[in-house]
């Protein structure tokens, strides 16, 4: 596990930001946070992002542990925003396409969105390069399971094997 995270945030700072293949997303800042917005924060100054879905009343609900982003009996669960951001200065708010060319995408309504999150709860199933917190997160608001950070880290890797 350790060695998965040290290849994917070392992986993060030598790719380039952005792949083909993945669900195109905007993000913004400052902006008013609502119910069902897909957010999320950097983290290891920039290396990597963690990824929630905002609940409402000040709750996110993420895949992480209960001590922090990665750790032992890692699950999605709902949390404060203020443990969420875990000292982070700022989070983001993903915004995504009303259509796309990816098979299977829908833009739920943010009611949707977070009906989804709460229907997870409680899942144990996280796996850092299948199904990690920004998976869960964009599954949540487009049903489509998908992490650009992964994405990036395949096609990095992938350069660096038809460079050697």
Same mark, same amino acid.
């Given at each position: 596990?350790?060695?998965?995270?040290?290849?994917?945030?070392?992986?993060?700072?030598?790719?380039?930001?952005?792949?083909?293949?993945?669900?195109?997303?905007?993000? #913004?800042?400052?902006?008013?946070?609502?119910?069902?917005?897909?957010?999320?924060?950097?983290?290891?100054?920039?290396?990597?992002?963690?990824?929630?879905?905002?609940?409402?009343?000040?709750?996110?609900?993420?895949?992480?542990? #209960?001590?922090?982003?990665?750790?032992?009996?890692?699950?999605?669960?709902?949390?404060?925003?203020?443990?969420?951001?875990?000292?982070?200065?700022?989070?983001?708010?993903?915004?995504?396409?009303?259509?796309?060319?990816?098979?299977?995408?829908?833009?739920?309504?943010?009611?949707?969105?977070?009906?989804?999150?709460?229907?997870?709860?409680?899942?144990?199933?996280?796996?850092?390069?299948?199904?990690?917190?920004?998976?869960?997160?964009?599954?949540?608001?487009?049903?489509?399971?998908?992490?650009?950070?992964?994405?990036?880290?395949?096609?990095?890797?992938?350069?660096?094997?038809?460079?050697?």
């Amino acid at each position: 596990m350790i060695l998965k995270l040290l290849i994917l945030l070392a992986a993060a700072l030598l790719l380039p930001d952005e792949t083909d293949d993945t669900v195109p997303q905007e993000t #913004e800042k400052d902006k008013q946070i609502r119910p069902g917005d897909v957010i999320f924060v950097e983290r290891a100054g920039n290396l990597y992002r963690h990824y929630g879905v905002y609940v409402g009343d000040g709750e996110v609900i993420h895949y992480s542990s #209960e001590d922090g982003d990665f750790g032992e009996n890692i699950s999605i669960h709902k949390t404060v925003m203020e443990r969420f951001l875990d000292g982070a200065g700022k989070y983001y708010i993903c915004r995504f396409p009303k259509q796309s060319r990816i098979k299977g995408y829908h833009l739920y309504t943010k009611r949707e969105t977070v009906e989804r999150a709460y229907r997870r709860l409680g899942e144990r199933k996280y796996d850092l390069l299948g199904n990690n917190c920004e998976h869960f997160a964009v599954w949540c608001q487009t049903n489509i399971s998908d992490s650009s950070q992964v994405k990036k880290l395949e096609n990095g890797l992938l350069s660096l094997i038809e460079d050697a």
